[in-house]
């Protein structure tokens, strides 16, 4: 019963900026890696960037320099920062973590998406 729950989208003007949660919960025993994704209309649904369960990041060539990812285990939830943002970048984002649950199982988990459009 594990599940991730996004919030933070929204609509922004170019070179604003937004910030993405995703709190994981249910039967938890540990979460290893997790990561946003994002797929705009048309288009194949891309790893925008990645975090490791001991903090080493990744992230996709087209924002770096303007997204951070970050983590807070105490709370099981996985942050994406988006600063200088541009209309490019509007899709919907999707968190995913790789979980451990108390069977222990390893899964790979999907959160609902959030919209986020930047636009004039």
């Known amino acids: 019963q594990v599940q991730l729950v996004e919030s933070g989208g929204g609509l922004v003007q170019p070179g604003g900026s937004l910030r993405l949660s995703c709190a994981a919960s249910?039967?938890?025993?540990?979460?290893?890696?997790m990561g946003w994704y994002r797929q705009a209309p048309g288009k194949e649904r891309e790893l925008v960037a990645h975090?490791?369960?001991?903090?080493?990041?990744n992230y996709v060539d087209s924002v770096k320099g303007r997204f951070t990812i970050s983590r807070d285990n105490a709370r099981n939830t996985v942050y994406l920062q988006m600063n200088s943002l541009k209309p490019e970048d509007t899709a919907v984002y999707y968190c995913?973590?790789?979980?451990?649950?108390?069977?222990?199982?390893?899964?790979?988990?999907w959160g609902q998406g959030t919209q986020v459009t930047v636009s004039s």
């Open positions: 249910g039967s938890i025993f540990s979460i290893n890696a």
């Open positions: 995913n973590a790789a979980i451990i649950d108390s069977g222990p199982s390893l899964g790979r988990y």
């Open positions: 975090i490791s369960s001991g903090g080493r990041t």
